[in-house]
């Protein structure tokens, strides 16, 4: 539920470039290190054109994913999203068109960041049904980042981490 009396907030994330630098920072180290494994598994004679083309073909897997999940430019990219005064979440982009979010609870928020979590409605893509957005400062305008995030926090839309009771210790007799 949104505060009480108060108007919708729209963000437009269309540009959100620390996606995009997680993406490829991933990509990067996921190459690396299918790299490493292959020159350490691949015999001598095949090891460089072996180890490259596995590099390059796990790199093109990685960022398929990321582009699937609308974190690399694409049709999946949500481009605005809506929180309006009756609590109720919009997502817009061009394969979604504008459909109805309920953000879970594991969603994160803190100074400069929000990692946002939904459940669309109806699900879209078949298994796909849950929607990851990533905003940090930079990539939407400082005083949209800090009205969502205040209102987040104040609203009480968000969980608090679960945390586990530390492990009992008992002595041995």
Known sequence: MSLQGSPPLVLDVGNRRTEKRVAAACALLVA???AFISLNTVPANVSMVASIAI?????????????????IDGHRRIRRIVWQTDGRWCLIGPALGQVEGIL??????????????????????????????L?????????????????????????????????????NP
Do not use: H, K
Request: net charge positive.
């Open 32 to 34: 690396g290190a299918a």
């Open 55 to 71: 590099a390059l073909s796990a790199a093109a897997v990685a960022l398929a994913g990321f582009r699937n999940a609308g974190w």
């Open 104 to 133: 879970c609870g594991d969603s994160r928020v803190g100074a400069g960041y929000a990692w946002l979590r939904w459940d669309v409605q109806p699900p879209q893509f078949g298994r796909g049904a849950v929607r990851r957005v």
């Open 135 to 171: 905003l940090v400062a930079g990539d939407v305008s400082e005083p949209d980042l800090r009205r969502l995030v205040m209102r987040l926090r104040i609203d009480g839309a968000l969980r608090p981490p679960e945390r586990s009771a530390p492990p009992e210790v008992t002595a």
